[in-house]
């Protein structure tokens, strides 16, 4: 199948779910998102250079699936903002979905983290904000086949 039109961010959606690839359930969807960083994977290397070598050899290392930054407009007393700030006080990991759309079409990704900031700002003239970093523990699953 094809994908019926180019995906773009506005319809992005961060689930805190139950576990990797369960139901997304309207009550998991984590709402009142202003931002979300990128999901960037990455693989360190490791230069191997032996005595008489003329060219420099690499290893890939185990992947790094790195962290996610969500900005939220901070809602007091939200179900699934409370539970963030929750996993921040415990310091117990959460599983949380990324779902992209785009009209029938869509694809998401299932990780679990830890949140490891949580801050709540309190401008003069603006919305109040919380930023929260989701730091990535384990594998990614990939579902990024539009269905």
Excluded: C
């Excluded at 290397?45 to 032996?50: E, G, I, K, P, Y």
């Amino acid at each position: 199948m094809s994908i019926s039109a180019p995906f773009h961010g506005r319809t992005t959606e961060l689930y805190l779910t139950t576990a990797i690839s369960a139901s997304l359930e309207s009550n998991t969807l984590l709402g009142e998102i202003d931002d979300l960083s990128g999901l960037e994977v990455s693989r360190a290397t490791v230069d191997l250079l032996a005595y008489g070598d003329d060219d420099l050899r690499k290893l890939v290392g185990a992947r790094d699936n790195g962290s996610v930054t969500v900005t939220l407009n901070w809602t007091p007393g939200d179900i699934n903002h409370d539970e963030l700030h929750g996993k921040f006080i415990s310091g117990d990991p959460g599983t949380f979905a990324i779902q992209w759309k785009s009209g029938t079409d869509s694809a998401r990704v299932d990780f679990t983290a830890y949140v490891t900031t949580y801050g709540i700002s309190h401008p003069k003239e603006d919305k109040v904000t919380a930023s929260v970093e989701l730091t990535i523990t384990g594998p990614v699953t990939y579902d990024l086949k539009p269905i």
